[in-house]
C-alpha cells in the first residue's frame, strides 16, 4: 500500500508496549507511583518546580484558569487564532472570553491588539497560545501584564520541548519564567502522547496545591471518629472534578519522553529541509522564527503566497489524492458560533494562506522532497487552470 502522510502522526514503539503492559500488572493502574514518575520526568525537561499530570490539556486549561482565583465573570484575553479549547476553557470556567487579533504572518496574537482591549474590558487573565511551537515578545508580554495585574497562562500545547535565549540566557518553554502557569497536552498529534493527557506546569506552590484539589473531587483527608476508633476519610470544602490521569497513560508517556530530544531533532532537521526546499519558490512562504528561538515545531505550516486566487480546498483535496493529508491550524474563533464577534481582518488573512503539511517521527528527507514537490506542483496547476 502507498505511503500516507498525514499533518501528525504519533509513533508507538516496543518499549512503549512494554512499559504499559508491565503498568497493567501493577497494584495501581490509577493513583499510582508511575503518575509521579512521570511528573518528575516533565519538572526535570521543563525545569518547571511543580508539573500535575491530567488527563488532557482541556482540563489542563480548565484547571489552570481555576486556580487562579479570578472574579466571577472575568474576561480573559485568548488569540483568535487557536484550537477552541483555548478559549472553550474559559467559558467553562465560568469567564468570559475577549478575542485578540494574530499577527497575519506568525498568527501568534499583536501586543498592540491586546493593549487596546485591557483597560476596556479589565482583562484579569491572558491565555497566551504558541501556535506551532513558536514564541515571541514573552518578557514583554509579561511587563505589560504585571503592571496590569494580569494573570498569564501560557496555552504551550504546541511548544512543549522550545527553547529560547534571552541575552545569553537560555529558557525554556514550561519554566514559567514569563507567566503563572504553563499548560500542555499529551493527544496523539503532540510531540509525545499519552493517548489522551495533559499537564499543568507552575512555579507557585498555593496555585500547585490548589490544582491538586480541583482535579481530584476536591478531596482534603480527614479523620472521622466514633468512640475511640477512627477512619480516614475525605473532606470536601469545595467542589472539583475528576480530571485525573492514570498510570497507563503516565507509562506511555514516561516512555515517550525517554525519546524526547531524539524527536525534536528529527523534526528540526526535516523543518530546516523544507525550509530549504520552500526557499527556492515564490509559491510558498515559511514560518519566520527569531533566531533566539528554538522551535520543537509541533507543526509545520506553509503560507500560500497568491492565497487570493489559489483555491486552497481544491489544493487540500488533490493533495489528499495523492495521500498527502494537510490540515488548516486553525479558523479564527470568531467565525465560529460560540464566539462569533467583530471582523479580525489580520486573523483571515492568517487563515487564508495557511496550512500544515505532514511533520512527524516518520516523515524522512525522501517523503519531505516529495511532499514539497508535491505541494508545488498542485499549486502549479491550480495556477493554470
Ligand atoms: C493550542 C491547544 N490548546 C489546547 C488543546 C487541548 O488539548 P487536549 O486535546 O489534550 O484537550 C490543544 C490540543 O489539541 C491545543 O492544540
Request: aromatic share 10%; hydrophobic share 35%; with cysteine.
Amino acid at each position: 500500500m502507498k505511503k500516507k502522510y498525514t499533518y501528525s502522526k504519533q509513533k508507538i514503539y516496543k518499549s512503549d508496549i512494554l512499559k504499559v503492559t508491565e503498568t497493567l500488572k501493577h497494584h495501581n493502574i490509577s493513583k499510582g507511583p508511575i503518575i509521579s514518575a512521570f511528573e518528575k520526568k516533565l519538572i526535570k525537561i521543563t525545569q518547571s518546580k511543580y508539573a500535575i499530570a491530567v488527563n488532557s490539556g482541556t482540563s489542563a486549561l480548565i484547571t489552570a484558569l481555576k486556580s487562579l482565583n479570578l472574579k466571577k465573570k472575568s474576561y480573559v484575553a485568548v488569540p483568535n487564532i487557536t484550537f477552541v479549547a483555548s478559549a472553550s476553557s474559559v467559558l467553562l470556567s465560568g469567564y468570559k472570553v475577549k478575542l485578540i487579533d494574530v499577527d497575519k504572518d506568525s498568527g501568534l496574537f499583536k501586543i498592540n491588539s491586546f493593549k487596546k482591549i485591557i483597560n476596556k474590558y479589565k482583562i484579569s487573565c491572558l491565555i497566551n497560545v504558541h501556535l506551532n511551537g513558536n514564541i515571541d515578545n514573552l518578557k514583554k508580554i509579561y511587563s505589560i501584564c504585571k503592571k496590569n495585574n494580569i494573570k498569564i497562562i501560557e496555552d504551550a500545547c504546541h511548544a512543549f520541548g522550545t527553547s529560547y535565549k534571552i541575552r545569553d540566557k537560555t529558557y525554556k518553554v514550561g519554566d514559567n519564567s514569563f507567566c503563572d502557569i504553563s499548560t500542555l497536552s499529551f493527544h496523539p498529534a503532540k510531540l509525545i502522547t499519552t493517548g489522551e493527557g495533559g499537564a499543568i506546569l507552575t512555579n507557585d506552590k498555593k496555585i500547585k496545591d490548589k490544582v491538586n484539589l480541583l482535579i481530584n473531587h476536591g478531596y482534603k483527608y480527614q479523620k472521622i471518629k466514633k468512640g475511640s476508633y477512627h477512619l480516614n476519610y475525605y473532606k470536601i470544602e469545595k467542589p472539583g472534578y475528576n480530571f485525573r490521569i492514570s498510570d497507563l497513560n503516565c507509562a506511555l508517556g514516561l516512555s515517550q519522553l525517554n525519546r524526547f530530544k531524539d524527536k525534536i531533532s528529527h523534526r528540526r532537521k526535516i523543518a530546516k529541509f523544507y525550509d530549504k526546499l520552500f526557499k527556492k519558490t515564490d509559491l510558498i512562504s515559511v514560518l519566520k522564527i527569531k533566531d533566539n528561538i528554538k522551535s520543537a515545531y509541533h507543526l509545520y505550516p506553509i503560507f500560500i503566497n497568491d492565497f487570493k486566487s489559489i483555491n486552497k480546498y481544491q489544493l487540500m483535496e488533490n493533495l489528499k489524492k495523492k495521500n498527502i493529508i494537510t490540515q488548516i491550524h486553525y479558523l479564527p474563533l470568531n467565525r465560529q458560533p460560540l464566539f462569533k464577534s467583530r471582523k479580525f481582518p489580520d486573523s483571515d488573512v492568517y487563515f487564508e494562506k495557511v496550512l500544515s503539511i505532514p511533520l512527524h517521527d516518520e516523515i524522512n528527507f525522501k517523503d519531505a522532497k516529495l511532499i514539497a514537490n508535491t505541494i508545488l506542483n498542485e499549486i502549479e496547476k491550480i495556477k493554470k487552470i
